[in-house]
């Protein structure tokens, strides 16, 4: 394995964007016949001014010239709390490795690289979403399942 890391840049949005399709595919297990054009829209609209004015770092993983894999993370503002005094929030998202490279460490160094851009931008609060594949991954890494949060369901609000 020949492995580069590039942080993405604007440069890279068609690749992002087309990523961020396969990796919603793959974790909802929706088949390619699903209707996806307006989440492309808003994906490639939200790198183009996420990208722009920092507040998503993403990393681009190739072997070679071959795309294998991808990462990113978005910085946010809540009000300030006890145990996150500034407020600044970091949420990891888009986490994905093709099948053939997993469990070869890319998602874990994909993942320190996120943490390390969080703890420059001085982000201390940072959470993600596992799927039940990737939670081993992400405890071996630290984080911690979250007993506290809870979400009201788009059909219900």
Do not use: W
């Amino acid at each position: 394995m020949n492995l580069t890391y590039k942080k993405a840049t604007i440069e890279d949005i068609d690749i992002l964007t087309k990523t961020r399709i396969e990796v919603l595919r793959a974790v909802n297990k929706l088949s390619c016949d699903i209707d996806m054009s307006e989440v492309e829209k808003q994906s490639y609209k939200y790198y183009e001014r996420a990208l722009c004015d920092g507040t998503h770092i993403a990393y681009l993983i190739f072997d070679g010239c071959r795309f294998v894999g991808t990462g990113g993370v978005s910085f946010f503002q809540v009000m300030p709390t006890y145990h996150n005094p500034s407020g600044k929030k970091a949420y990891i998202m888009n986490m994905y490795t093709i099948p053939e490279y997993r469990r070869k460490g890319i998602a874990y160094k994909t993942l320190d690289m996120l943490n390390g851009d969080a703890k420059r931008n001085g982000i201390s609060a940072i959470s993600l979403e596992a799927t039940s594949m990737g939670r081993p991954l992400y405890e071996k890494y630290g984080f911690v399942k979250m007993n506290d949060e809870m979400e009201l369901p788009e059909n219900i609000a």
